[in-house]
Nanobody
Framework: QVQLVESGGGLVQAGGSLRLSCAAS????????MGWYRQAPGKQRELVAG???????NYVNSVKGRFTISRDNAKNTCYLQMNKLEPEDTAVYYC??????????????WGQGTQVTVSS
């Protein structure tokens, strides 16, 4: 099992930066892939960035060159550095992770979400 807690959201002006954190806790051997999703009101949830246990990264095209996903395995934490934020980035951002539990099962968990609002 894994519990995820996001932090770092807030209100910023266009062009500003935020750094989101996702801390994982629970009874697991390891965290495999981790990712950040976002969902704006009335829109579908989309994958923003993902990172594998081997630090292979992928991004949705709209954030390439602006966002950077990283992880600190020792801290079981994933980060999303967001630069040059745009109003279109406004959404609730959710962390997602797969953990290999101590019960030898794989668990896919979501965080509670953190609001990111970018003003024009």
């Amino acid at each position: 099992q894994v519990q995820l807690v996001e932090s770092g959201g807030g209100l910023v002006q266009a062009g500003g930066s935020l750094r989101l954190s996702c801390a994982a806790s629970g009874s697991f051997f390891s965290i495999n892939d981790m990712g950040w999703y976002r969902q704006a009101p009335g829109k579908q949830r989309e994958l923003v960035a993902g990172i594998t246990s081997g630090s292979n990264r992928n991004y949705v095209n709209s954030v390439k060159g602006r966002f950077t996903i990283s992880r600190d395995n020792a801290k079981n934490t994933c980060y999303l550095q967001m630069n040059k934020l745009e109003p279109e980035d406004t959404a609730v951002y959710y962390c997602n992770a797969e953990a290999y539990g101590k019960d030898y099962r794989y668990y896919r968990s979501w965080g509670q979400g953190t609001q990111v609002t970018v003003s024009s």
